[in-house]
């Protein structure tokens, strides 16, 4: 049995109950085939995938905060620190009631590939929480953050493990850990990034994963020889990512039209008003349903659709596994020329294939979300030397290092014969790394 197939079986049968783990392992492993058969026997000498899919280690804790009634609630917090071979671990946390081990395991597993592609010194981990902090209010979110960090602060560190924002974590969550952490360790470091800008925040961090996004699809287009100009693009989401992810496509000419939530999506031919949509959701923290109730051109529909609406390019920035098999054949047969994940892993396994098969251009988010993490590492790197730099130098880096990340998956790919699959370019990429390092470093 080949290295690759003996590991997937290894890791199958040690986490059979964390699909969503098994499916981005599977996607990772798959698509490194080449890589592991070319050095084979010194992989499985050093163990080197086995040990590459078991993280560092997990955290797993109890976080009791007290509600507005005066009742005490009891959430699980996790921190995964996964792979550190290259620098801290960094990688946001997610508060959302779906939460589970598995999914933080797949995130932190995704994240380590993504952080190297980024091409800056920073490893791989995720956290959250099953908390969900919609409909809460801000004393209840502060009292849930302040109780989550009371425990994280002891595992983490500006030079051990820098967490920052990812669903349902913002700006004001970010606000109240800092806040606990420089409260109860008595120091004032760069330990979380996605901070506010008079506390250590770096500009352009809250734009970077959807501006980043917008990068890598523009350089993807124009080795096409095509621009963004004129072209119509679906999103899905309307959370960070979406946003700015709309907002960089229609400053770049391309018109954007359609936006969703956990509950239905918008359909507006004349275009997203992204101010709007940033009152709706940013400031009023509202459902669709009101941006479309301020929007003459618009119309809400209940569930999800967006992938149906013709396009030329489809950007999925909501969540994990949003974008299904009949989706991706949808896609294709209305013409859609480029799939780039705004979000973590949107694109289920057959649908990537699809597309794939049928001429899409595809880049997965491993590769096309990084900017966040990148403008995070940038962040960082202000804080180190105690300087902010202006909007502009932060997003003509993030612009490059989309750049960067882009010629380097392509490389990736046709070096091991395989021009066009992003996937596999990207995987490839922020694997040689990962392994060099780790070889490097001996048995640990
Ligand atoms: P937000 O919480 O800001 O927004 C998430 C959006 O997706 C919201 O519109 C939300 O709807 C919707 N959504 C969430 N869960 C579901 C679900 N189960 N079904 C349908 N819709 C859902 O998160 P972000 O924009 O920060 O993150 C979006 C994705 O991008 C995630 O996969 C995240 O991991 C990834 N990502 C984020 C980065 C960042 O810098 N923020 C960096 C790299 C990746 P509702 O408004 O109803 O909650």
């Not at 999103?235 to 700015?244: D, E, H, K, R, T």
Request: proline fraction near 3%; include cysteine.
């Amino acid at each position: 049995m080949s290295y690759v197939d003996e590991v997937l079986e290894r890791v199958k049968a040690k986490n059979a109950s964390e699909p969503e783990f098994l499916q981005a392992v599977e996607e990772v492993l798959e698509s490194l085939r080449p890589v592991i058969e070319a050095n084979e026997e010194k992989y499985r000498k050093e163990a080197l995938l086995e040990r590459i899919t078991e993280p560092d280690r997990q955290l797993k804790f109890r976080v009791p905060w007290v509600d507005d009634k005066g009742q005490v609630q009891v959430n699980t917090g996790y921190r995964v620190q996964f792979n550190n071979s290259i620098g801290p671990y960094k990688g946001g946390l997610r508060l959302h009631p779906s939460v589970n081990i598995g999914i933080i395991k797949f995130l932190g597993f995704e994240q380590v590939f993504k952080n190297s592609l980024t091409g800056l010194p920073i490893g791989g981990g995720k956290g959250g929480s099953d908390f969900d902090p919609k409909g809460k209010s801000d004393r209840e979110v502060m009292a849930f953050c302040q109780s989550f960090m009371t425990e994280l602060c002891k595992y983490i560190g500006a030079d051990v493990d820098v967490p920052a924002g990812d669903i349902g974590t913002g700006a004001r969550e970010i606000g109240y850990m800092f806040g606990q952490y420089k409260r109860i360790r008595g120091m004032y470091e760069g330990v979380l990034t996605g901070k506010g800008l008079t506390y250590g925040g770096s500009l352009a961090r809250t734009e970077a994963t959807g501006y980043g996004l917008l990068y890598i699809t523009e350089e993807l287009m124009k080795c096409h020889g095509e621009s963004m100009e004129g072209k119509t693009v679906v999103v899905s989401g309307a959370g960070n990512v979406a946003i700015y992810a709309i907002q960089k496509a229609q400053q770049m000419g391309a018109k954007v039209v359609t936006c969703s939530d956990s509950t239905g999506w918008i359909y507006d031919p004349e275009g997203i008003d992204v101010a709007l949509l940033k009152e709706v959701k940013e400031v009023k923290r509202a459902r669709l349903t009101e941006y479309a109730a301020a929007r003459k051109s618009a119309e809400y529909h209940e569930g999800r659709g967006v992938w149906q609406i013709k396009c030329d390019i489809a950007l999925p920035c909501a969540t994990q596994n949003e974008l299904l098999i009949d989706d991706a054949k949808q896609l294709v047969a209305n013409g859609c020329k480029a799939v780039c994940e705004g979000a973590n892993m949107p694109t289920t396994l057959d649908a990537t294939k699809y597309l794939q098969d049928n001429g899409v251009w595809f880049i997965c988010g491993k590769a096309s979300n990084a900017g966040g993490v990148a403008t995070s590492a940038l962040e960082m790197s202000q804080n180190s030397e105690r300087l902010s730099w202006t909007f502009e130098e932060v997003d003509a880096k993030l612009k490059q290092i989309m750049v960067n990340i882009y010629h380097n998956i392509d490389d990736a790919a046709k070096r091991y014969n395989m021009e066009g699959n992003y996937v596999a370019g990207a995987n490839i990429a922020g694997f040689e790394k990962v392994a060099e390092a780790m070889l490097a470093q001996g048995v640990c």
